[in-house]
C-alpha cells in the first residue's frame, strides 16, 4: 500500500489523511525527520504559512525535506503547503523549500473575497476540468518557470501545477465527498517513484 506522509504541524491534516485515504493510500503523520523514512509521498496541508514554517525551523525539517523531495518521491503543497513549495513569497515572507519554480502571492485574492468556490477552467488539462475548486485566503503562483506545467485553472490563473513529481495546489482539494483526482495523482507519482513492483 502506499504510504502518504503528511505534514502534521498545523493545517487541515486530518481532511487531507482522509482524502488519501479514499483514493486507496494509507497515511502517516510526520514530524520528524526519521518519520520520512518509511513513506512513498509527503502531503504538505493548507493553514498558515508563517505557523507551519516556524514549525519546520523548530523542527529542524527544511534540509530534511529538500533531500526528499531530492530522492524524486514526489510532494503535493495545497494552499499554505503550495507557498512553502515555491522559489519566492510574496506578501510576508516566509523561508521556503524551494522545490517549485514559482513566486507565491499570499492571500492574492483580497480580503473581499477571503473564501469562495470556482469551477476550474474547460481549458485545464484532463481530470482536472470543471473541478470544483475551494479557496480559503488563497495565494497566487506568479512567474512559473519553464518546468512549470499547468494542470488547471480558475479564471486563466493557474491553481493546480506540477513540476516533475512536485504538485501544488493554491486551492483545497482535500475538501469534498468524493475521491479527489490531485490525490489520485499524487499516489500514481509515488508508484511510479517506487519502481515497478
Ligand atoms: N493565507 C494562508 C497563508 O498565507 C494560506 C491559507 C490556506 O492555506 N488555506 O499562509
Not at 155 to 168: N, S
Amino acid at each position: 500500500m502506499t504510504r502518504i506522509g503528511i505534514l502534521a504541524i498545523q493545517g487541515d491534516i486530518e481532511a487531507h489523511a482522509a482524502a488519501s485515504e479514499r483514493v486507496g493510500g494509507c497515511t502517516v503523520r510526520v514530524l520528524r525527520e526519521k518519520d520520512l523514512d518509511g513513506i512513498d509521498a509527503l502531503i504538505l496541508p493548507g493553514g498558515e504559512s508563517t505557523t507551519i514554517a516556524k514549525g519546520l525551523a523548530r523542527l529542524g525539517l527544511y534540509e530534511p525535506l529538500r533531500q526528499f523531495a531530492a530522492t524524486g518521491r514526489p510532494l503535493l503543497g495545497t494552499c499554505a503547503g503550495a507557498i512553502l513549495l515555491s522559489r519566492e513569497v510574496e506578501n510576508h515572507p516566509v523561508e521556503t523549500l524551494g522545490l517549485l519554480d514559482a513566486v507565491a502571492a499570499r492571500n492574492a485574492y483580497g480580503t473581499q473575497v477571503d473564501s469562495f468556490a470556482a469551477l476550474s477552467d474547460a481549458g485545464s488539462e484532463a481530470p482536472f476540468r470543471d473541478l470544483r475548486c475551494t479557496f480559503i485566503r488563497a495565494p497566487q503562483l506568479r512567474d512559473l518557470g519553464p518546468d512549470v506545467q499547468v494542470l488547471a485553472r480558475v479564471e486563466g490563473r493557474p491553481v493546480l501545477v506540477r513540476q516533475r513529481r512536485v504538485l501544488a495546489a493554491t486551492f483545497h482539494p482535500e475538501l469534498g465527498e468524493g475521491p479527489s483526482p490531485v490525490h489520485r495523482l499524487l499516489l500514481a507519482l509515488a508508484d511510479e517513484a517506487a519502481g515497478p513492483a
